[in-house]
């Protein structure tokens, strides 16, 4: 059964949230930063994979909210290593990395 609902995650957020990530970045002048989206991808889909096998309520609620908008599918990246939160600030903050200063 977990792992039918690690497929039905693959399918519902995990696919879409590579697909809106790659979207996203292609605006975003920086090689950097969409080095980092592709090293941030790489390495959490594996991890929610397993995270939805392990905690169905979390798959279902988050493979709901991100259908329906209410969930942003970058926040399951957050906070999970330093390619991930910068990927998320960039994408936050609307894709642009003109202002972003950091080293």
Known sequence: ?????????AILVVGPLQ???SERLQGVPS????????ACIAA???RLLQRAQEDWGWAAAN???????LVD???????????????????????GADGDGEA
């Open 1 to 9: 059964m977990s792992e039918f609902i690690s497929y039905l995650f």
């Open 19 to 21: 697909a809106e990530i």
């Open 31 to 38: 090689t950097e930063i969409v080095q980092a989206g592709r």
């Open 44 to 46: 959490q889909a594996p």
């Open 63 to 69: 493979a709901v909210g991100i259908s329906v908008g």
């Open 73 to 95: 599918p970058a926040s399951l990246l957050a906070g999970q290593n330093a390619d991930c939160d910068r990927l998320v600030q960039v994408l936050s903050q609307g894709g």
